[in-house]
């Protein structure tokens, strides 16, 4: 028989043992898998300070970011971590960084690295979001199976597009996800996945949970070819139960892959 999935992931049955193993309490928490330490940031260029700077000096700079983004790169082909880094589109900013690493320690030390930069003289971090990769173990799925480990340790891929956005589940009246029973939430979280199935090759979706670490309870990453493919999954999912009755969600920013010549282009 095939193997059942979700997001490419394993599936098995639900727990038929659900309320034994929360004494009871059928709104029990649900095991959560976690992987690496996650930071999305973003970046504004100051075009005005960028303008006051001599060719030297931009010159400089930007060999010294490129050097910095050829260590990331380094740490990325070892698979020590992960780093993405996209051309923003909109006010929100010019750069968006995605770094993954084991802990909030080494997440800080790349951060500090970046912002010793030169070049970051011209720049204004607008927004940032901290948190974990996480898999949700609703399925009992095994954690060592090796698509639950690509999920938890992913090699980012070097897709032309990315949007990342925070969201959270509602706390309101009826429609409060706490309080609804693990077996319906397993029931809706089902369903929710299989829309995301039938965008398996077409988009690279993670999940990543802020809980306790940012104000948003998760972030999502979307990493695709065609940024059309962004907009569909978002609108047929928000026809979804999940997403219709408990989603609630934060502010969107999507960008193209930075190469040398637009970084060339946007510091020279």
Known sequence: MAEDKIYGMPVGDLHKDDAKKSNGNTHSVVETYEGWYSLHSVYRINW?????????????????????????????????????????????????????????????????????????????????????????????????????????????????????????????????????????????????????????GVINEYTTSACGLDDWEWGITLMGDDAVQFKKIVYEMRFDEVSARFGLFGPFVVGSLMNDDVLDSLFL
């Open 48 to 200: 005005r300070r960028l303008a006051d700077k001599s060719d030297k000096w931009r010159k400089n700079a930007l060999a010294e970011f490129k050097k910095f983004l050829a260590a990331m790169e380094d740490n990325y082909q070892k698979h020590e971590g992960g780093y993405a880094l996209y051309h923003a589109t909109g006010h929100k900013g010019d750069l968006l960084f995605w770094f993954l690493r084991p802990s909030l320690e080494d997440l800080n030390a790349v951060e500090t690295q970046l912002h010793k930069l030169q070049i970051n003289q011209v720049l204004e971090q607008k927004e940032s979001f901290v948190s974990v990769i996480e898999v949700s173990n609703y399925f009992n799925a095994d954690i060592n199976h090796p698509k639950v480990q690509a999920r938890l340790y992913p090699v980012i891929p070097r897709r032309q597009y990315m949007c990342f956005y925070p969201m959270s589940k509602k706390r309101d009246g009826t429609d409060n996800w706490y309080m609804t029973d693990k077996s319906d939430r397993a029931r809706l979280m089902r369903s929710h996945g299989m829309i995301g199935k039938k965008y398996e």
